[in-house]
C-alpha cells in the first residue's frame, strides 16, 4: 500500500479594477484559481505571487487578505483525483491595477483569462476549488 504525500500549495484570487477575477488553464486540461506549490525558503505570500505571475503573467499584485485554506487531491492527466498526493492549499486576495494582455510563463500554463466573479465557480475542474470558491465569493 502506498502512502499519500501531503503537500503545502498557496495561489491567489486577483481581482482587477473590473471586478473580474484570474483563472489559469492547467496543462490544456482544466481550469483552476493561479497556485503551487510552496517551494523551501518561501512563505505563502511570497507563492502565491510567484505563481500567479508564472501562470498570467501578472506580477502588479496588492494583498488584500487570507481567504482561507482548504484541500484536495492533485489532479492526474485524466483530470481525476490522483490519491498519491494530498495538497493543503491558502489563498490569498489580491487587487491588481494590471491592464493589457495575460502572458503566462509557465509552460505546463498556457493560457490565463478575466472571468466575472459570478462566473468562476463553473469554470473551474476540480468540485473542492469550485466548493472553496463558492464559500468566499463575497468576500470579494
Not at 503537500?7 to 488553464?25: E, R
Not at 497556485?35 to 511570497?46: A, L, N, R, T, W
Not at 502565491?48 to 484536495?72: C, M, N, P, W
Amino acid at each position: 500500500m502506498s502512502s499519500i504525500h501531503e503537500t503545502q500549495s498557496a495561489g491567489g484570487v486577483v481581482v482587477n479594477n473590473d471586478g473580474l477575477v484570474l483563472v489559469a488553464n492547467q496543462k490544456s486540461k482544466s481550469w483552476s484559481l493561479p497556485k503551487g506549490h510552496v517551494e523551501q525558503g518561501e512563505d505563502k505570500i511570497e507563492t502565491a505571487k510567484r505563481e500567479i505571475h508564472e501562470e498570467t503573467g501578472v506580477d502588479d499584485l496588492e494583498f488584500v487578505s487570507e481567504l482561507g485554506s482548504y484541500q484536495r487531491y492533485k489532479m492526474s492527466s485524466e483530470n481525476k483525483d490522483d490519491l498519491q498526493e494530498l495538497k493543503h492549499i491558502t489563498i490569498f486576495l489580491f487587487k491588481t491595477n494590471h491592464q493589457g494582455p495575460l502572458s503566462p510563463t509557465d509552460p505546463e500554463n498556457p493560457e490565463a483569462r478575466w472571468v466575472k466573479k459570478e462566473e468562476v465557480a463553473e469554470i473551474l475542474t476540480h468540485p473542492k476549488d469550485k466548493e472553496f470558491f463558492r464559500s468566499i465569493v463575497d468576500k470579494i
